[in-house]
């Protein structure tokens, strides 16, 4: 009896293992579109970048950078689907960029719309946008 519970704890376990890998998903985008107050306004930039979602138990997202750097962003709120105003979807949630900064990221569920990264710098009362796509 004791070895059936044994046996069908590690089952279970493995089942649970295999259903948060399976929720992990990679994007890959070649350009990021950036609008930053005072700065760039829809300016375009070659770049790969790739974002690997549900990256661990936190659901938290890697992104490799262009010039290879990795960073983890930090999820901090619940992740939540809404719909923009041409009924594109989405999911929202908040997270820390490297820095400690907070951070409001949008995945669309369309992926030619790509990730959006919203951040408020220190000195800007706006958010300035990184827009993650493929042309």
């Known amino acids: 009896m004791k070895n059936s519970i044994i046996i069908l704890l590690f089952f279970s376990f493995g ?4 259903a948060q ?3 992990r998903f990679r994007r890959d985008y070649s350009y990021v579109v950036i609008n930053s107050p005072d700065k760039y306004e829809n300016e375009l ?9 549900n990256y661990n138990d936190n659901a938290d997202v ?4 262009a010039n290879g750097i990795k960073v983890v962003y930090i ?4 992740i939540e689907m ?3 105003k041409d009924g594109d ?30 951040l408020k710098f220190k000195d800007d009362s706006e958010y300035s946008s990184f827009s993650y796509i493929n042309k």
């Open 82 to 84: 809404d719909k923009d």
């Open 75 to 78: 999820r901090t709120s619940p």
């Open 45 to 53: 930039f070659d770049g790969e970048n790739v974002f690997v979602f």
């Open 62 to 65: 890697l992104h490799i950078r």
């Open 15 to 18: 089942i649970l293992y295999q």
């Open 89 to 118: 979807e989405y999911a929202i949630f908040k997270a820390l960029n490297e820095h400690g900064e907070e951070i409001i990221m949008k995945i669309f569920t369309n992926d030619d719309y790509g990730v959006h990264i919203l």
């Open 21 to 23: 890998a399976q929720d």
